[in-house]
């Protein structure tokens, strides 16, 4: 028989600890136009009582752009734990990375995700409506298993930002090297008004 889904530790506490301002979410109206719970209260105001800083949005390392807008949706590619200009967590999960250190490279790949979405918005992260879905890789020894706790670091941001329109859809999986050889890497997708 099938056994019930029961969320890790790490996934209830980010969601029992929601901003005050976050957990209105949960009580705003649906949009009749799109049936998506709206983003209404002061996303700045509750970075800031947070205590979250977010970074500037960093240049592509490459050729091609850090998003793209089309129609009502954000799409961020793959962003790598740059913090100030500055590679982080260079190296692989776990053995140059506890999955405590791996969980804060993907909370870091998270506020760059923020960071891009605050740019593609023009500054108003009150324009999104909806984190739809991430896609995490976590650069991982061939015996580590715990992908999906390690990208729960962008995660469980997403939702402490952004309360119920937060919660999106994920992949979480591991692969042998990433570029720079970073320890993750996170891209999004994001609905905006």
Known sequence: TAQAFTPSPMWRTASSRLPLAASRAFRNPVSPAS????????????????????????????????????????????????VNGELKYVGKVPSEYALEEAYQCARTCGLNILAQAKAACGGDLKKVK??????????SKDDFYDQPKVINGASDLMAEVFGEAGRHARSAVGVNVLPLNVATEIEAIIEIE
């Open 35 to 82: 049936g998506v719970r709206m983003v209404s209260f002061d996303v700045e105001g509750v970075l800031k009582d947070k205590g979250i800083v977010l970074p500037d949005a960093a240049p592509p390392a490459a050729n091609y752009v850090p998003y793209v807008v089309t129609g009502n949706y954000i799409y961020i590619a793959g962003q790598i734990p740059m």
């Open 130 to 139: 909806k984190i739809v879905k991430l896609v995490g890789f976590v650069n």
